[in-house]
């Protein structure tokens, strides 16, 4: 679309050319949601997280971008800023994890959201890349800002990603998971290990019996058997 322009003087007031005008029509721009936006929020909810949008637009167009989210739209699953500064910490709070969809959210919104979730025992994480963002940012237990972000809200976040790609939080909440459980599994296979040896070896000197397994053995089957799992990959555990 170009728009080009030339200064003229009118010989009518402005209020005199505004009137008895044709509607010719709209002119609408849209900034879609990515492709991979959509799978990456369900992906989410099966994960057991629960994806919240809160945006500073009006609420038509949250609701529009909730819908295509595929994130509940109904009355009960949306507010407003100024709605929200109606209602006290307490009513705030019975109706927290109802809502789905924040319109007209300013910056202290943001902070009474995270600060709710929080009081009921959840881990709150949050996107965010402009100045106004970074309170939010530093109180939500991960704050992430995303690559175009500004220089503040990078500052105070936790992570910061170099593309603005929703993909890349699940990614990393993926490898974080498989990181923890993998953790898990190998501390119950070296206690499993170790529990077995400590039996064989204190059941002995309790009852005055020869040690069953020297030292040397001890040494050399925590070697054998702790050491592989130290060189696999993560493959190995899944």
């Known amino acids: ?42 992906i989410c909810k099966k994960a057991g997280m629960r994806p919240i949008l809160v945006t500073g637009d009006h609420l038509l167009t949250a609701k529009a ?17 100024k709605e929200l500064d109606e209602r006290s910490d307490e009513e705030f709070q019975k109706i927290v994890k109802d809502i789905e969809i924040y319109a007209r959210a300013e910056p202290r ?32 237990d991960i704050g992430v800002a995303l690559g175009s972000g500004t220089d503040v809200a990078k500052e105070v976040s936790d992570l910061v ?31 499993s290990d170790s529990f077995t040896e400590t039996i064989l070896v204190g059941v002995s000197i309790i009852f005055g019996w020869p040690l069953p397994i020297a030292a040397v053995q001890i040494l050399w089957v ?12 993560k493959s190995f555990f899944q």
């Not at 010989?11 to 990515?34: N, Q, S, T, Y």
């Not at 925590?222 to 990959?233: F, H, M, R, T, Y």
């Open 1 to 42: 679309m170009q728009i080009e322009g030339k200064q003229k003087k009118l010989d009518k007031k402005l209020e005199d050319l505004c009137r008895d005008l044709v509607f010719v029509g709209f002119i609408g721009l849209r900034d879609p949601l990515r492709k991979e936006t959509k799978e990456a929020i369900k």
């Open 65 to 81: 971008v909730a819908k295509e989210l595929g994130l509940k739209t109904k009355k009960e699953n949306i507010i407003e800023g």
């Open 109 to 140: 919104h943001k902070m009474r959201i995270i600060k709710a979730w929080q009081e009921k025992g959840e881990v709150v994480a949050m996107t965010g890349d402009g100045i106004n963002d970074a309170p939010a940012l530093k109180q939500a």
């Open 161 to 191: 990603f170099l593309t603005d790609n929703f993909n890349i939080i699940v990614a990393a909440v993926e490898e974080g998971r498989a990181i923890v459980d993998n953790i898990r599994k190998v501390i119950t296979y070296l206690l």
């Open 222 to 233: 925590n070697l054998i058997e702790d050491g592989l799992p130290s060189l696999a990959d």
